[in-house]
């Protein structure tokens, strides 16, 4: 691969810490320098309005698809398929303000470079931000990108009923934001996404730059347990038909499922419901969600079998009845060496330490996968903190990241094949 055609550019961290700031305003939560815009809220729309408006200001063409994803596309030399970043900007409800957003507004801070600095990249660049990446409100994760890339029929998608009972689809309408440029979308010449590792990794090591070889694999289950809701006072204990000990009991599972595998196997019961949550009431139902994740696709499943006989054995002793829905389901994702070996040899050809790791957590870069050859720049996140409004991660380690993207972006652009 080219090495970068212009080597002494580096983009401006200041412009892109402001800008970092500005976005983390909409939705701020008091006190902390974090946010809160789950996908197609009012705060997403006026976080997506910010965004557009910026890559208006950069003369970007602007297309959003039938999903809400947002392209800016910025011309090169030639035509033809641009190499894209880009990312997310709806965060979960306790959000930092680096995840997603970063890759979103360092692709941003890369256009601006090169627009100061009177450089037209041979092929078209392009910065995406994707819809409801997060998966938080409308499962599953990855929502956009996957759509974008034909994984899911739009139709589909829009028929998505959140957690909080409302339909995409309206939301998406409601908030302005269902375009029509074409799906699946624009298939890029590569993909480049830069994020916070979200991990402890890169902080222990005392390493700069990650570069991304994988993505782990991701399995959500909803369960829902129904039992028999009674009077918490007149109800023998050897009557009662109690879901909510069922939901407990598989939380503990859970856990206890996680550490006897080992590896990279993790688990999470992260929503919990009781109805009618009262007091003095035995629960009439539970409804809880499982995330299990691993590297290995076999001890995936392996770990999803284990949990549901477990499951069903608790019900059946607990007089309960079980349904289970999956809400997203995606394999490991292994990411283009060649893109790979290029982030690895851009960030030590700009003296930054660096190290090839697989990410934890799922990213649009695994959908994009699918169509164009991608990888992942990370950089560290301090005490390994995310999904938490404490996430930070330290100007010096966000202008790497953003200077890895630029010439990697550059490098890709420049390349022959
Ligand atoms: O769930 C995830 O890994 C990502 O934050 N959507
Ligand atoms: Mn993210
Ligand atoms: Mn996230």
Redo the contacts with the bound molecule.
């Keep these: 691969m080219d090495s970068s055609p212009h080597p002494a550019l580096r983009i401006d961290i200041s412009r892109l810490s402001s800008r970092l700031a500005e976005l983390a305003a909409i939705g701020a939560i008091d006190g902390t320098e974090g946010c809160a815009r789950l996908a197609l809220t009012e705060e997403d729309k006026a976080g997506r309005d910010l965004v557009v408006a910026w890559m208006r200001d950069l003369d970007l063409a602007i297309t959003i698809d039938g999903i809400g994803n947002v392209v800016g596309v910025m011309a090169g030399e030639i035509d033809g398929p641009p190499v894209m970043c880009g990312s997310?900007i709806d965060t979960?409800r306790t959000g930092g303000r680096y995840?997603?957003n970063l890759g979103v507004l360092a692709g941003l801070e890369v256009v601006e470079s090169l627009r100061a600095a009177g450089v037209t990249p041979h092929r078209p660049l392009a910065v995406a931000f994707f819809t409801d990446?997060?998966?938080?409100r409308f499962p599953p994760?990855?929502l956009g990108s996957l759509v974008y890339v034909g994984g899911m029929p739009l139709e589909e998608a829009l028929d998505i009923e959140g957690i909080d009972g409302a339909i995409l689809g309206s939301e998406l309408e409601r908030i302005g934001y269902a375009g029509v440029a074409p799906l699946p979308g624009l298939v890029p010449h590569a993909f480049v996404e830069l994020h916070v590792e979200?991990g402890p990794v890169l902080e222990v090591e005392g390493i700069t730059v990650g570069a991304v070889e994988s993505v782990q694999g991701?399995s959500?289950t909803e369960v829902e347990v129904t039992g028999q809701s009674n009077h918490a006072g007149t109800t023998p204990m050897s009557m009662r038909r109690d879901p909510g000990v069922v939901a407990a009991a598989c939380m503990q599972f859970a856990r206890e499922l996680a550490l006897e595998l080992g590896g990279t196997q993790v688990s999470t019961v992260g929503r919990v419901n009781l109805h009618p949550n009262l007091v003095n009431v035995v629960p009439a139902s539970a409804t809880f969600t499982v995330?299990l994740?691993n590297t290995d696709e076999q001890l995936l499943q392996e770990a999803e079998r284990r949990f549901h006989e477990f499951l069903a054995a608790a019900a059946v002793a607990e007089n309960c009845t079980v349904e289970t829905k999956t809400l997203?389901r995606f394999e490991p994702v292994v990411f283009d060496p060649s893109v790979v070996d290029l982030v690895e040899s851009t960030a030590a050809g700009l003296g930054y330490s660096v190290k090839r790791m697989p990410s934890?957590?799922?990213?649009d870069a695994q959908m994009m996968a699918r169509v164009c050859p991608t990888a992942m720049v990370f950089t560290p996140s301090r005490d390994g903190i995310?999904?938490n409004p404490a996430e930070y991660t330290s100007p010096e380690d966000l202008e790497a990241g953003a200077n890895v993207l630029l010439h990697t972006m550059l490098s890709l652009s420049q390349s022959a094949t």
């Design positions: 997310h979960v995840d997603g990446e997060e998966g938080a994760d990855m979200q991701i959500w995330d994740r997203a934890g957590a799922g990213h995310s999904h």
